[in-house]
C-alpha cells in the first residue's frame, strides 16, 4: 500500500499464485477479484514442465485481458537449469513484474536485473523479492536498499519455517522475528510488503485469523494459494467504507484549520497532526481505487 517507489497507489490486498502451466487457472484469473496473480514457474511446477510452464504463462500474458490487476510471474532461481531462460522469456512479455525466488543477497537482485535487461526487457521493468530463507531474512535490508526497481517483498514462510525448523503453529510465533524485520526494511525502503500463505484451505478460521495478525504486524496483503482465500484477504487488508468516511473527515477538518492558520485540529476527540493527515490520504487512495477496480 505504500506508493513511495509507485507513481500511484497500488492494491496488493490478495497476491494469488497460479501454476504456470494451468492454463484453465491462468484463464480463470481474469475473472476473479485478486487484485495481483502471479503465475508461478517454479515451486508449483515439476521439472518435467518447466519449459511447458514458461511457454504458457508467457502466452497469457501476452494475450491479456487482466484488467487493471497487476500479473507477474515468479521465474525459477538463476542457479537452476531453467532460470536464465525464464529471464529471457519473461522480460519482453508485458509482464507487470518478475518475483525473484529466494533472493539471498543484493548482488542475485542486480543480476537477475541485467538479465532482463540483456533481453530486452524495459528498463523500468519492477521486480519483487522473495523472502525465504535464514539468508534472505539476515540480509533483507541490504536487499531492498538502492533497488529502485524492486517495488514488494514477499515472504515465503513455508520454506522459511522449514529452514528455521520452527513450528508452524496457529500465532506463527517461531516467524514473528523474521516477518517484523522484513517489514521494517520495506517500510524503511518505502516499498510494499506481502505476507506468506495459508496452505490449510479448510482451516477458513485459522486463515481468517492470520490475514488479521499480518495487518496488525504491517504487511500490505496477503499471497494465497486458492481462489476462495481472495474475499477474506481483500476484506481485511481492505478498507472499509467507515474508514474512508474517517479518514475524509479529518482531511477536511484539516483544511479548515490549515485556513484558519491553525497547526492541529480535533476530530472524534482525537488531535489531529500532519501524520494523521498523510495517513487518511493513503486511505482514501486505497479505498477510492479498490472502488474502481469493483467496477
Known sequence: M?????SEIRLRRSVLYMPGDNERAMDKARELAADVVIFDLEDAVAPENKETARQRAVAAVREGGYGNREVLIRVNGRDTPWGEDDLRAVATSGVSGVVLPKVETPGSVTEAIRGLDGAGGPADLPVWAMAETPAGILNISAIVTNQPRMTA???????LARDLRVIQSADRSGLLYSLSRCVLAA???????IDGV???LDDSDGYR????????LGFDGKSLIHPRQIADANAVFG?????????????????AARAAERGVTVVRGQLIEQ???????????LHEASQALRN
Open 2 to 6: 505504500n506508493a513511495s517507489r509507485n
Open 153 to 159: 517483498v514477499v515472504m515465503g514462510t513455508s520454506d
Open 187 to 193: 517500510r524503511a525502503h518505502g516499498i510494499d510488503i
Open 198 to 200: 495459508h496452505l490449510a
Open 209 to 216: 485469523t492470520a490475514c488479521e495478525q499480518g495487518r496488525e
Open 239 to 255: 478498507i472499509s467504507d467507515a474508514e474512508a468516511d474517517l479518514a475524509r473527515e479529518i482531511v477536511s477538518a484539516w483544511k
Open 275 to 285: 501524520l494523521h493527515v498523510d495517513d487518511a490520504e493513503r486511505i482514501i487512495a
